[in-house]
């Protein structure tokens, strides 16, 4: 099955820095990368996701790479704000299979010190 | 409030009693999917539905655990003679799939389930 690896496990950065989250998925059939944001105690909430048939996606401060090549995606969220400090999720999933079920990475605990 | 929702958002049992929890996903929605999520780590894959037909279930989901459907909208996952290994955030997420469609999956807020 499917085995998405996610790094770095933590990050910090400096309010209006960038920050990169990077995942390398299994799976050369995987087609569908989205990204999760949780806050502490809340509901995984969907950021952005990509399709395989793009290699970059962006909205706002948030962009989406794809490298179909390597088997990687990045999550990239420039001018960062204390508000962006939460656990983010990569996620890959193969729509041709029946199942569709995402599998995740194991998450990114983003910190944006003020 | 049109996402989904969970009942209940929190629950404390002891080992070797019944749960059951509850999901009402986005009405229209016709998949509706339950993961469990341990502390540190993300969710993973548990059983879905597609309408009322549960398709598959994952190797993690072990006799004790049961999920229902029964009319294609609000799902319930029962958790049998608990363990304390069941502790754990339960969430469900529902989507919208069509032929060669993709999957955006909505997320409820989770049942977090602590078995003393």
């Known amino acids: 099955g499917e085995n998405v690896e996610q790094h770095p496990s933590t990050l910090s950065v400096q309010e209006g820095d960038s920050a990169v989250i990077k995942c390398t998925y299994s799976?050369?059939?995987?087609?569908?990368f989205p990204w999760y944001k949780q806050e502490l105690g809340k509901r995984p909430q969907l950021i952005i996701d990509?399709?395989?048939?793009?290699g970059e996606k962006k909205d706002q401060r948030i962009a989406v790479t794809l490298n179909k090549t390597a088997k990687h995606f990045s999550l990239h969220i420039t001018e960062t704000q204390p508000e962006d400090s939460a656990v983010y999720f990569c996620a890959a999933t193969t729509p041709d299979t029946g199942r569709r079920a995402l599998t995740f990475g194991s998450g990114t605990r983003l910190q944006v010190q003020p | 409030d049109t996402g989904v929702s969970q009942n209940p958002r929190h629950k404390i049992t002891k080992r070797g009693q019944n749960v059951t929890f509850r999901c009402d996903p986005i009405?229209?929605?016709?998949?509706l999917y339950w993961y469990r999520q341990t502390l540190g780590q993300g969710p993973e894959f548990l059983t879905y539905?597609?309408?009322?037909?549960?398709?598959?279930k994952s190797r993690l989901l072990s006799d004790r655990f049961s999920a229902e459907r029964p009319k294609g909208s609000f799902s319930t996952l029962e958790i049998q003679r608990t363990e304390q290994g069941d502790s754990a955030m339960y969430l469900c997420?529902?989507?919208?799939?069509?032929?060669?469609?993709?999957?955006?999956?909505?997320f409820g807020p989770g049942t977090r389930l602590t078995v003393l």
């Open positions: 990509i399709r395989s048939n793009v």
């Open positions: 539905f597609q309408n009322e037909a549960q398709l598959e």
């Open positions: 799976d050369s059939a995987s087609n569908y």
């Open positions: 009405s229209e929605h016709n998949r």
């Open positions: 997420a529902s989507s919208l799939v069509l032929s060669g469609d993709w999957n955006e999956q909505f």
